[in-house]
């Protein structure tokens, strides 16, 4: 059964050659088995959900087998709530998830924010407003073209390796000193991660020493 309460059984005769009779029997009660809906069932999806991702299931702590709905712009399978961050629009989406309750089990209710961010695209090229420096030393100013900083990105800048021994952060370095030949690494990195590096070698060729002996 469905639903909770008590039932009256019975035997009634409706001959019409003899006296009508009735036999009743004891009441019966009985007991719903259809679990009801989780009122406390919560739905996660884990780590950060980027557009560069693979598809994600939801967690969900409680109740199976409801319905999930949201807004436009994010794509989700309404039966699994599968998340597809790759072809969903970045941005805040209310997902709600439902189920209707069997008997008199209440609908169950669920809604829950999750986020889109934009994976970065890593920078095109760096550059240097002096590439080789005539000298012991001297300052150049770094820049960087390309690349799309993605949710939370920044640009950030590395000595010695790609992630190495980081300087600086921005599009733009102006007055960097350096007193030998130095390559240079820039990146994106932001809440989906990092990208490759674009790079640039500013060379310091220090000036000839002349000496001069008497003949």
Known sequence: PTTSGTIYMGIKSTSTTFVPWYL??????????TACPDATTTISYGPAL????????????????????????????????????????????VITYSMTGAGACPNLTKTFIVTINASPIAPTAAGASVTAICGQSGTTDLSVTGGTLGTGGVYKWYLGSCGGTSFATGTSVPNVFLNQTTTYYVRIESVCGNTTCASVTVNVNPTPVVRLTAA
């Open 24 to 33: 009743s029997f004891d009441d019966f009660t009985f007991e719903q088995t």
């Open 50 to 93: 980027c557009t560069n991702g693979t598809p994600v299931a939801p967690i969900i702590t409680g109740t199976t087998g409801g319905t999930f709905s949201s807004t436009a712009g994010l794509s989700i399978n309404t039966a699994t709530g599968v998340i597809t961050p790759a072809t969903s629009t970045p941005g805040n989406y």
